[in-house]
């Protein structure tokens, strides 16, 4: 069964860093095709993708976000951590963690097949 | 970046009514990196459409997906009391670009 589990603080100030772990299991990130992407919904609004590496540790930004954004993986552990620096109140939202399923096999999905069920954070003072 | 654009914002409809929804894309994208997903209140989106017309494990046989280059549809043939839920439109581009539409609710008329 793949699972994914985000974790990370609840709450974070303006104007400081925000790290989150995705930890996943079923799958390994070293197999040619898998990816892990991060996703975040403000309340209420749509789903705004951020980041995503993939099996080969190529590492692709959300072009209006990618200079606050890093993403890595730690094979070894199945997590994928994704920094994101100066935090502002508009960043509020919930974090998802998905695995985006490139693998090349009998059935090709190239989408997001598996998603955790998200983690809120709240940017205040 | 490719912006994907749903039509329409708001569906109200009601259960065993056909739901059609639209996703425009401001640039052709390959039918074989369009995807749809459909969210329920206070739960992670599911993988509905790969591919733009695949159904993905467990989808029913009323969600069916079809369209091309810059215009795509998702279509519930009839509506079950489940359906009623928020539906996103993806797009996976070169660069590994992926971007999201801005999403459809279909309500209960």
């Known amino acids: 069964q793949v699972t994914l589990r985000e974790s990370g603080p609840a709450l974070v100030k303006p104007t400081q860093t925000l790290t989150l772990t995705c930890t996943f299991s079923?799958?390994?990130?070293?197999?040619?095709?898998?990816?892990v992407s991060w996703i975040r919904q403000p309340p209420g609004k749509a789903l705004e993708w951020l980041a995503l590496?993939?099996?080969?540790?190529?590492?692709y930004y959300s072009t209006s976000l990618k200079t606050r954004l890093t993403i890595s993986k730690d094979t070894s552990k199945n997590q994928v951590v994704l920094t994101m620096t100066n935090m502002d109140p508009v960043d509020t939202a919930t974090y998802y963690c998905?695995?985006?399923?490139?693998?090349?096999?009998?059935?090709?999905?190239?989408?997001?097949?598996?998603w955790g069920q998200g983690t809120m954070v709240t940017v205040s003072s | 970046e490719i912006v994907l654009t749903q039509s329409p914002g708001t569906l109200s409809l009601s259960p065993g009514e056909r739901a059609t929804l639209s996703c425009r894309a401001s640039?052709?994208?390959?039918?074989?990196?369009l995807a749809w997903y459909q969210q329920k209140p206070g739960q992670a989106p599911r993988l509905l459409i790969y591919?733009?017309?695949s159904r993905a494990t467990g989808i029913p046989d009323r969600f069916s997906g079809s369209g091309s280059g810059t215009d795509f549809t998702l279509t519930i043939s009839r509506l079950e009391p489940e359906d009623f839920a928020v539906y996103y439109c993806?797009?996976?581009?070169?660069?590994?670009?992926?971007?999201f539409g801005g999403g459809t609710k279909v309500e209960i008329k």
């Open positions: 998905a695995r985006f399923n490139m693998v090349r096999g009998v059935i090709i999905v190239d989408a997001f097949d598996i």
């Open positions: 079923g799958f390994s990130l070293s197999t040619s095709g898998m990816c």
């Open positions: 590496i993939d099996w080969d540790d190529d590492k």
């Open positions: 640039q052709s994208v390959s039918s074989s990196y």
């Open positions: 591919g733009a017309s």
């Open positions: 993806q797009q996976y581009g070169s660069s590994q670009a992926l971007t």
